[in-house]
């Protein structure tokens, strides 16, 4: 399966097993995206955060296509180079078929709408910086997602869109009436600490490719399948590489005194979750 790589970051999209191959395990299965789309009464909301090829949202829209209903995809992404290399690597990628035109009308228009077989789907792309857009006014009126595909390029490459300040906004910015789970690639103490501290309940992820486990958080613990139980805490205090990025700048860190307090008392460890949000 071929797959694009950033010259940029130095980094290759969906690398091992292939773009479909991940986002079905990653995303489609590990959200339960076609059983909570079945059971949503309103429109069911997706964010996804690093569009890049497009390869997430197409693996979505082809496994949820038989599911009545509305589906909105709100993608982030600086730029959309990489998703004009892919359209017309097309047949190479072998993952677009007949959203090839959907597509098209995006990179055009920045959002479309289309019957997607049973689903009405409405998707549009902000090209911006995520991690500042995120602290601008125009945040607020984001539609409040149920889930969110999260796939920045690495803290080393990238370490704006992997800080605790970052995971916190996006936490603040949830429904929390609205369960939303976001799962990503990595299985690293620093990124499930800064989750944890931003309010989230946190859990490991499915092995998908090279990796024997991921990571996915929620506001919701219904949506978490294995939680990161005390021997995971009690591993992350030894770590030599827990503390969180709080800002854009990637190093690797033991955890402080600061977040081992505040840590040990999230609610997923049997603490209060109000005292374990950093202020």
């Known amino acids: 399966m071929a797959s694009v790589h950033s010259l940029e970051h130095d980094e290759t999209f969906h690398p091992v097993i292939g773009p479909v191959a991940e986002a079905e395990a990653l995303y489609v299965r590990q959200l339960r995206l076609p059983e909570r789309m079945r059971t949503c009464e309103e429109g069911f909301v997706l964010w996804d955060v690093g569009l890049g090829a497009a390869a997430n949202v197409l693996t979505v829209l082809r496994a949820c296509r038989e599911i009545r209903g509305s589906l909105r ?3 982030f992404d600086q730029t959309l180079d990489p998703l004009e290399f892919a359209l017309a690597h097309r047949m190479e990628l072998g993952y677009f078929g007949e959203y090839e035109t959907a597509v098209a009308a995006l990179l055009r228009d920045r959002s479309i709408a289309f019957d997607n077989d049973r689903q009405h789907v409405s998707w549009e792309v902000q090209v911006d910086d995520f991690a500042e857009l995120l602290h601008r006014p125009e945040a607020e009126g984001l539609p409040k997602p149920h889930g969110i595909l ?3 390029f690495s803290p080393a490459t990238n370490a704006a869109m992997w800080t605790q300040p970052l995971f916190a906004r996006i936490y603040e910015l949830l429904d ?6 976001l799962p990503t690639y990595s299985r690293s103490t620093m990124l499930r600490v800064s989750l944890l501290l931003a309010g989230f309940f ?3 992820g499915h092995a998908t490719g090279e990796k024997e486990e ?3 958080a929620a506001n919701s613990m219904s949506l978490i399948a294995e939680p990161l139980d005390r021997k995971w805490l009690e591993r992350a205090r030894r770590s030599t590489s827990a503390e969180p990025l709080w800002t854009p700048v990637y190093r690797q860190a033991a955890m402080s005194e600061n977040t081992w307090t505040k840590l040990k008392r999230h609610a997923q460890f049997g603490g209060d979750p109000a005292a374990a949000e950093l202020k």
Do not use: E, H, K, L
């Open 73 to 75: 995809i709100v993608s």
């Open 150 to 152: 999260f796939d920045a």
């Open 176 to 181: 929390p009436n609205r369960p939303c789970a």
């Open 202 to 204: 946190v859990g490991v």
């Open 214 to 216: 991921t990571t996915i």
